[in-house]
């Protein structure tokens, strides 16, 4: 095929839209509503993970020394948990302040007047990388010369991590099934508008066109609508998630820190677009093939 | 040129199109195929243009058995065939000039050679001035002609029409099948007619191949579309009287 041809068949795609326009309309509107479900679902999903992970990656791991262990081992050990590659950030908590605050949060129940020394060892507070990858970070710890005890809140961060995959298993099968359902919506809108076509296919069969020289400006044209259809789309949901996004914040202000869906804009469209443009190639290559014999 | 050997025909429904029909046509040959109705006239044209795969028996065009044809290597084969249907089959949307310059798009034919190609084509069909004009600007013989052109311009050695009068008058109707006896004298392409119009057949008096229930049932020289006896046989019949 010569750049001639190329330069042909991609006119082709063009003519073909708009000389078909009613089928074209037909067919971009379908998928402009498929995509901004599609991509609507896309978002709320992103943001329920992120916030779910945003949750996760707030559980930390507190790591103590013994009793009798000083500032400077403290530190040192602080040094040996940072060397560990599953560890983030490293903090060694003053002592005073913590025994000040046990002092306050018992003082209803335990009067700890009597008690001169502060009794609490240093504890050492340690952030994973990969906020799934905790229990095995504090394994990692306990094996730290000098750490007497190791504690991570187990029950709360199980529950945490089985909502978190559980929002990713939902999120990635709605989107694969939601994909399934738009490719083949978008895929019978445009076999409607090369059904408009059918009589024009079947002469180029007959005058000997090649198969692809017949598919090429069918699937131009089903990448041009695809992308057509998620700009449109596109629009639809980002000024649908910023109408969300002001009923949310005014009435549950606090919300919102963490409700935000992670994904720019430019990110949000290009995804959407080459999802559009994909989805609209293999729809017309499969819808194409059924109005070719061979 | 082309060759049938034994071939026949059913179509899913068990209609039987073809039965074991048997023909050669030489080059530069002009035939017609006459029958009724449902005699399997157009079946036997597509089986020439593999359109459709008879369900026995060989196909063969220029000492080609298209019947083991690669589904691939089908439009090639479609490429040194003209085919002109009873509907012209013209792209609506395009002038007549847009409809031979996409046959030759196709075949990838040069840019500088397509003017030249699609100039002869409609001088030879007598629609040059029309060239500018959509099909449904034209009248039914004007469009005829235009499919003609559209199915000459890749200079194919055959030519095939399927009921190419079906849809016009009389007048224009000798008029289209003369223009079919012109390009096969001229270029010496062989031509297959299709048709059930006897007028047409009787004025060319070429080769007929009459078929019924999808046997053939006469294959005569020089002959009209009903059976004529050969002379001898009428001079034998009348010394008996």
Known sequence: MNLRNIEYLIQEAFVGIWRNGVASLASLSTIALSMAVLGGLALLIAGSHRFVETQLANFEIMAFTSQK???????????????????????????????????????????????????????ISVRAKDSRRLEELAQKIRGVAGVDDVVTRDQTYGHVLAIADLVKILGISAVIVLSIITAFIIGNAIRLTLFARRHEIQIMQLVGATNWFIKAPLIIEGIVLGALGAVIAAGIVTAGSDYVAHYVLTRFPLMMRNISSGITLQAFISTLVCTGALIGAIGSFFSARRFLKF | M???????????????????????????????????????????????????????????????????LPNKSVPYLRRRIGVVFQDFKLLPNKTVWENLAFVLRVTSVPKKE?????????????????????????????????????????????????????????????GIIQTLADINEERGTTVIVA??????????????????????????????YHVTQPESLCQSELAQY
């Open chain 1, 69 to 123: 262990a000083s500032e400077q081992d403290a530190i040192k050990i602080a040094e040996s948990i940072k060397k560990i590659p599953l560890a983030q950030s490293v903090e060694v908590l003053p002592r005073d302040k913590e025994w000040e605050n046990l002092k306050k949060k018992l003082s209803s129940n335990i009067d700890l007047a009597g008690i001169d020394n502060n009794p609490l060892p240093y504890a």
């Open chain 2, 2 to 68: 082309i060759e049938f050997c034994d071939v026949s025909l059913v179509y899913p429904n068990g209609v039987e199109a073809l039965s074991n029909v048997s023909l050669k046509a030489a080059h530069g040959e002009f035939v017609f195929i006459v029958g009724p109705s449902g005699s399997g006239k157009s079946s036997l044209l597509k089986l020439i243009y593999r359109e459709l795969l008879p369900t026995k028996g060989k196909v063969i065009v220029a000492g080609q058995d298209i019947t083991k």
């Open chain 2, 114 to 174: 397509m003017g030249q190609r699609i100039c002869e084509a409609l001088k030879l069909v007598g629609i040059l001035d029309r060239a500018d004009s959509k099909p449904l600007e034209l009248s039914g013989g004007e469009q005829q002609r235009a499919s003609i052109a559209r199915a000459l311009v890749n200079n194919p050695p055959i030519l095939i029409a399927d009921e190419p009068t079906g849809n016009l008058d009389p007048e224009t109707s000798l």
């Open chain 2, 195 to 224: 048709t059930h119009d006897n007028q047409v057949v009787d004025r060319l008096m070429r080769r007929v191949i009459a078929l019924d229930c999808g046997r053939i049932v006469r294959d005569q020289e020089s002959s009209t």
